[in-house]
């Protein structure tokens, strides 16, 4: 958790059986298993009940349960385990686009965009247009937001310079064909 804090990388937990609401909050709830509940209250024994290192655990925890991953209980663990090379396989080939050699001062721009676009509801289609006078940065801003939030969609597509590929309707179709096939 803290290299996806620090370096911005993509965690994808794995729930095996267990829990995600578990893992988030570890002894809260009827009938779940305390295990998590009790092995924090043990390193608060062990290395104290204000210990950053046991604060930095429990909010690991909260931060992966709360994350969408898999959840397996029981069952045919190799069809679980193929799923997960399969998806981790899809989001390794979806690269990133280049965006400028010096990108001074873009993070900024991207966060306060990512605010705007409010991003919080996964199972959403989000489209993003930009438009603006020629030579400001649209395109730069339009691919660093993109790389940002590329891994967070199953699906993603970049295109740029759409009323220069649009001149007839011909072009229209190479760009529906070029759209459907980056997507699916």
């Known amino acids: 958790m803290a290299c996806k804090e620090q370096r911005g990388l993509v965690v994808f937990p794995v729930f095996y059986k267990v829990e995600p609401r578990e893992v988030r909050t570890p002894g809260k709830g009827k009938g779940e298993r305390q295990s998590y509940g009790e092995a924090i209250a043990e390193h608060k024994i062990k290395f104290g009940e204000d210990s950053e290192k046991v604060k930095r655990w ?47 001062g873009i993070d900024s721009q991207v966060r306060e965009l990512q605010t705007i676009l409010n991003l919080q509801f996964k199972d959403d289609i989000l489209m993003v247009g930009l438009w ?22 199953q699906g993603s597509s970049f295109l740029d310079q759409v009323r220069e590929n649009s001149k007839s309707s011909i072009d229209l179709v190479h760009l529906q064909k070029k759209l459907l096939s980056q997507v699916l």
């Open 132 to 153: 603006g006078q020629g030579g400001v940065g649209k395109t730069t801003i339009a691919k660093a937001i993109y790389n940002t939030i590329l891994r967070e969609f």
């Open 58 to 104: 429990q909010k690991a925890l909260l931060d992966a349960g709360s994350l969408s991953g898999w959840h397996h209980t029981d069952g045919y663990e190799a069809g679980l385990i193929r799923h997960i090379i399969q998806e981790i396989s899809t989001q390794l080939d979806r690269t990133p686009l280049y965006v400028a050699k010096y990108p001074v």
